[in-house]
């Protein structure tokens, strides 16, 4: 139950990657650039990783919400391979590793900001 906010984050981003340059233009209209789209996607998807980890009980749920993150983002710019104007780029791997890393730091930092406060 904890996982499904992760998996229908994950077929929002397989579905988004599946798009062709021209058809993510014309979804987002405004953005000349999507790049940073990746970082926001992973932002999301670190903490709900994380989020899921941790109702079960997972150790080390911050290195495994990093890794699961890694495994897919690999996996997205497999599957990129196979659509038309995409391509598989190391940096998007690189950018989609910066957003987990952010949304696991502000996780981290939150719980440990209630922590403090509840003592």
Request: aromatic share 18%; net charge positive.
């Amino acid at each position: 139950m904890y996982w499904i906010p992760a998996i229908l984050w994950m077929a929002l981003i397989f579905y988004l990657s599946g798009r062709t340059g021209s058809e993510l233009q014309s979804l987002f209209p405004f953005f000349d650039n999507l790049n940073p789209g990746h970082i926001v996607a992973y932002f999301v998807l670190g903490p709900l990783y994380y989020l899921a980890l941790t109702k079960y009980k997972h150790r080390r749920p911050f290195m495994k919400a990093f890794l699961l993150c890694l495994l897919f983002g690999i996996t997205d710019e497999i599957h990129q391979y196979f659509i038309p104007t995409r391509y598989p780029d190391i940096y998007d791997l690189a950018r989609d590793l910066l957003g987990t890393g952010i949304g696991l730091v502000v996780v981290f930092l939150v719980q440990k900001k209630k922590k403090y406060s509840r003592q």
